[in-house]
């Protein structure tokens, strides 16, 4: 169970960090 956890922690943490890094290219672009 916790080689389970482990991969779908990472791709939570993924996704929070490719929509931090969207954000921030809208910021630049604006």
């Given at each position: 169970?916790?080689?389970?956890?482990?991969?779908?922690?990472?791709?939570g943490s993924?996704?929070?960090?490719?929509i931090?890094?969207?954000?921030?290219?809208?910021?630049?672009?604006?």
């Amino acid at each position: 169970m916790k080689t389970n956890q482990a991969p779908h922690k990472n791709k939570g943490s993924l996704v929070d960090f490719l929509i931090k890094n969207e954000s921030r290219e809208e910021d630049k672009n604006e």
